[in-house]
């Protein structure tokens, strides 16, 4: 099944961010049987031509790749489109109008309002461009990001919005919106994240969540609330805490060392 089958499917998939901009990493990643990896653009150094490479990257391995891309930037858009990624995050979104418009530069008309130009979405002509255009542009992955208080209030239009594939739970930023910033799990932030799942559950749409935690605590409460598109964990803190494990077993070498003495 393809990613977008086993999302519709409303079947558990699972992920993992990608922020540096050395495609070495996906490749690593691309390997290990992730569901899909998530390259970010929103908070990173990462250029287009980084995506690029990072798309080359997970093909090697066959895992599907998710783009977040900048707030609101419709020609970075197009350009990440048109390189045959297999789904699209949209962060930021203010309320249900918002994502209709980010959502309609993803479609071509009569669908929406995306301007014709696909080159690795359809393999350079390799692909039929006219079926490209009718049909092939709907298998993409399509996500919106909830983490404003006014968008998670409008959760039961937004879901509602066609061809969106479902949301991703910021809970950070939605806790940031409230006046509670970095207390995710506070009362008001989980009614709100609640709410939000039980509006894209009742349109029949997936529902996730971004986070670097890695525990398996975390990771089993996101899941329980109804969450089935986790993507956790991000490069640099694999490197980061392989990294200071490593100095804690050298210091250790030191440490006997001079017990021997």
Avoid at 138 to 145: A, E, N, S, T
Avoid at 201 to 220: I, M, Q
């Amino acid at each position: 099944m393809t990613l977008k089958e086993k999302i519709v499917a409303g079947q558990p998939v699972f992920g993992t961010h990608i922020n540096v901009t050395d495609p070495m990493i996906t490749e690593i990643a691309a390997s290990l049987n992730y569901d899909f990896i998530w390259i970010d653009m929103e908070h990173t150094a990462m250029s287009a031509e980084h995506v690029y490479h990072h798309l080359l990257a997970a093909r090697t391995g066959g895992t599907p790749v998710l783009v977040r891309v900048p707030v609101d930037d419709l020609t970075l858009t197009k350009k990440v489109l048109e390189m045959g990624i297999d789904g699209i995050v949209f962060p930021m979104v203010k309320n249900a109008e918002h994502a209709k418009r980010l959502l309609d530069n993803t479609l071509y008309p009569p669908y929406g309002t995306r301007g014709c130009g696909p080159k690795g979405a359809v393999r350079y002509g390799l692909d039929d461009e006219a079926a490209f255009y009718k049909e092939g542009h709907l298998k993409l992955c399509r996500f919106i990001q909830v983490e404003q208080e006014s968008a998670a209030l409008e959760a039961e239009e937004i879901a509602k919005i066609p061809y969106l594939d479902g949301c991703i739970l910021g809970m950070h930023d939605l806790s940031g919106s409230i006046g509670r910033l970095g207390d995710i799990f506070c009362e008001k932030n989980l009614s709100l994240a609640n709410r939000t799942i039980q509006a894209f559950h009742a349109a029949g749409k997936a529902v996730g969540v971004s986070t670097f935690a890695t525990d398996e605590e975390t990771l089993k409460r996101y899941y329980k609330m109804g969450i089935t598109v986790i993507s956790s964990g991000a490069d640099y803190e694999y490197v980061l805490k392989g990294a200071k494990a490593t100095r804690k077993v050298l210091e250790g070498l030191m440490d006997d060392a001079v017990v021997t003495k």
